[in-house]
C-alpha cells in the first residue's frame, strides 16, 4: 500500500503540471530511449527469493565488474507496452505471457525468477508512475522492458550469487523508421538460434549475435535479417526483433516454435485471432519453397506489431508480395490493434487495465 501511495502521488502530481510528458513532440516519436521518471527494482540476495521491490527515480544502476550479467551474459529480458486506449484509460495486453515467458527463459540460465503476481504488481506499479510518458492514442505505446540480471560477483563458471529484476519503460513510435512495410534479407551464413541453445527464450545473448548481418543488411536498405535454421539451412525461422507469418489462399502459416524460434506474445495472439476468424493455422517447418510461394507475408512482434512484408531477398531472388487493406495480414492486424486500444471489446480478457 505504501508502495502503491507512492506511484499514485507522483501520478497525481505529474497530471497536474501537464497531460502527459513535458514538451514532448509525440508525432515525432522514434524507437529509442527517452527517460522516464521511474523504474521499478526488486533483489533476490540469496539466489532464492526476491524480497519486497521498490520504485526508485528513473536513472544509472550500480553493479560489480564481476557480476554474471557483464562477465557471463546472465540476464533475460521482456517488452511490453502500455497503451492508451480510445477513452483515454492505459492498458497492458497479456502481461502475465510476459511472466511466464519471463519464468521460462530464467529457468533455462538457472536463475530464480519473480512470482506471476510480484511481475504484474511492478509492472503496474512502474506503469502508473511513469503514467504521463504514455503517447495519445494513435501516436505510440510506452515500452516496457523488464529485465532479470545476475548481479552478484561470480568468476567461477556458474550462476550468480544474487539477481536484480528491473523494470523501464520509454515512450516509442514505429519500430522501424522507413514506412509501414519490410523488406527483408534472408541470411545465409550467420545462424540465429541453435538446437539445444537459447533461441527458445529470451535470454539478452540471443541479440548482439545479430548485430553485425543487420547493420550490413540495413545498409544495403534492408530493413531487417530473415535467419534459417542451424541445423539445415533450408527453414525459415525468424527476424531478428520478431516472428514471421506466411499466407497462401486462405491457410496462414508460422515456423514451429520448438526451442529455436521465440514464443512471441503477439505470434500467439495472432494464431489465436486467425483461428477465431475461421482461417487454418499451421505451426510447422517452413521450408525456403514457401516462401516463393507466398501471397503475403508479415511481421509480429511486441515492438514491430503487426508489420507487412513487402520483399525478400534471399542471394539474387528478390520476391515481392502483396500489401494493403484488403488483405488477410491487415484484417488480424485490425483485429489485434482494436482489442488493444479498446476499439473492439476484449473478450478474451487479453487486456489490463491500469
Ligand atoms: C520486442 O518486440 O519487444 C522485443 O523484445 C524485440 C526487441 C528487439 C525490441
Not at 40 to 67: R, V, W
Not at 158 to 175: D, K, S, W
Not at 241 to 257: A, H, M, W, Y
Not at 311 to 320: F, L, N, V
Amino acid at each position: 500500500p505504501a508502495l502503491q501511495a507512492i506511484s499514485e502521488s507522483a501520478v497525481q502530481s505529474h497530471e497536474a503540471d501537464e497531460k502527459y510528458g513535458d514538451a514532448m513532440n509525440w508525432d515525432e516519436l522514434e524507437f529509442g530511449v527517452i527517460p522516464t521518471d521511474y523504474m521499478y527494482i526488486m533483489k533476490c540476495p540469496n539466489g532464492d527469493n526476491f524480497s519486497q521491490g521498490h520504485l526508485a527515480p528513473y536513472g544509472k544502476i550500480e553493479l560489480s565488474p564481476f557480476s554474471g550479467i557483464l562477465n557471463y551474459g546472465q540476464g533475460v529480458l521482456e517488452g511490453l507496452k502500455a497503451i492508451r486506449t480510445k477513452d483515454g484509460h492505459v492498458q497492458l495486453f497479456r502481461p502475465e505471457e510476459n511472466a511466464l515467458r519471463m519464468k521460462m527463459s530464467a529457468e533455462r540460465l538457472c536463475m530464480p525468477s519473480p512470482s506471476t503476481h510480484q511481475f504484474l504488481d511492478a509492472l503496474k506499479q512502474t506503469v502508473l508512475a511513469n503514467k504521463r510518458w504514455v503517447p495519445p492514442e494513435g501516436k505510440g505505446a510506452l515500452y516496457i522492458r523488464p529485465l532479470l540480471i545476475g548481479s552478484g560477483p561470480v568468476l567461477g563458471l556458474g550462476p550468480a550469487p544474487e539477481y536484480t529484476f528491473l523494470i523501464f519503460a520509454t515512450p516509442v513510435g514505429n519500430y522501424h523508421k522507413r514506412g509501414s512495410t519490410m523488406n527483408l534479407y534472408i541470411e545465409n551464413e550467420v545462424r540465429r538460434a541453435t538446437p539445444g541453445g537459447t533461441g527458445g527464450v529470451k535470454s539478452i545473448t540471443n541479440y548482439s549475435p545479430v548485430f553485425e548481418v543487420v547493420t550490413k543488411a540495413r545498409a544495403k536498405g534492408f530493413t531487417d535479417v530473415l535467419f534459417l535454421d542451424a541445423a539445415t539451412g533450408k527453414n525459415i525461422e525468424e527476424v531478428s526483433s520478431c516472428n514471421i507469418f506466411f499466407v497462401k489462399d486462405n491457410v496462414i502459416l508460422t515456423p514451429r516454435t520448438s526451442g529455436t524460434v521465440l514464443p512471441g506474445v503477439t505470434r500467439k495472439s495472432i494464431i489465436e485471432i486467425a483461428r477465431d476468424l475461421n482461417y487454418l493455422v499451421e505451426e510447422r517447418d517452413v521450408p525456403l519453397e514457401d516462401v516463393l510461394a507466398a501471397d503475403e507475408v508479415f511481421c509480429t512482434g511486441t515492438a514491430v506489431e503487426v508489420t507487412a512484408v513487402a520483399s525478400i531477398t534471399h542471394q539474387d531472388k528478390r520476391i515481392e508480395y502483396r500489401t494493403g487493406e484488403e488483405i488477410v495480414f491487415h484484417k488480424l492486424r485490425v483485429v489485434l490493434k482494436g482489442i488493444q486500444t479498446g476499439v473492439i471489446e476484449d473478450k478474451m480478457g487479453w487486456t489490463m487495465l491500469i
